[in-house]
Each structure stands twice: as structure tokens, then as C-alpha cells.
């Protein structure tokens, strides 16, 4: 929808999921010691991941692959596909 959406992914689980954006922001919140791939079909909303994520495929200012540099070697990964919107995303 319109509104701000803050997500605080878990320290100790694995899994996969499937995100639709609307015109608010997204705060994704991301334990340390957890990978995260993010599988991005852009809007035209901005993407800000942290310092910690890398672009392996795609580019950066549309559709892409993101991965944190601990993707795969962390004890849990979350994958998460994002179907983006107008609004921002920011990963911290």
C-alpha cells in the first residue's frame, strides 16, 4: 500500500519469500551473521542496500541480484524476491 512497512528479518532461520511494493517505503532490517539474496524487479522507487551487499547480476539502477558478502557462507539465508513499486527500499 501507501504506507511505511519496517521488516525485521529473524537472527536464526532460513527461508524464502516473495515481497510486492506499493508506494511507501520498505525498511528491511537484517541480522549481521544472516546472507540475504535479493532478487529485484525495480520500480521507480530508489533502492538503498547496505555497504554489505553486492550487485551479482543485473545492474544498478534496475533489475538485479543483490547478495550480502556473507551470502554464502552464513549459517541462514533468507532469499527474498521483491516486486518493487514506487516506493524506496532501504536495507540496513
Do not use: C, H
Not at 21 to 36: H, N, Y
Not at 53 to 79: C, H, K, P, S
Amino acid at each position: 500500500g501507501s504506507g511505511q512497512v519496517e521488516l525485521r528479518l529473524p537472527a536464526a532461520s532460513t527461508f524464502s519469500g516473495l515481497m510486492f511494493g506499493g508506494s511507501g517505503r520498505l525498511v528491511i532490517t537484517l541480522p549481521e551473521k544472516v546472507g540475504l539474496r535479493i532478487d529485484l524487479d525495480s520500480g521507480s522507487g530508489s533502492f538503498r542496500p547496505a555497504a554489505r551487499f553486492r550487485l551479482v547480476a543485473g545492474t544498478r539502477t534496475g533489475d538485479g541480484r543483490w547478495e550480502t558478502e556473507n551470502y554464502d557462507t552464513a549459517d541462514y539465508q533468507i532469499e527474498l524476491e521483491i516486486d518493487q513499486g514506487s516506493g524506496s527500499i532501504i536495507i540496513n
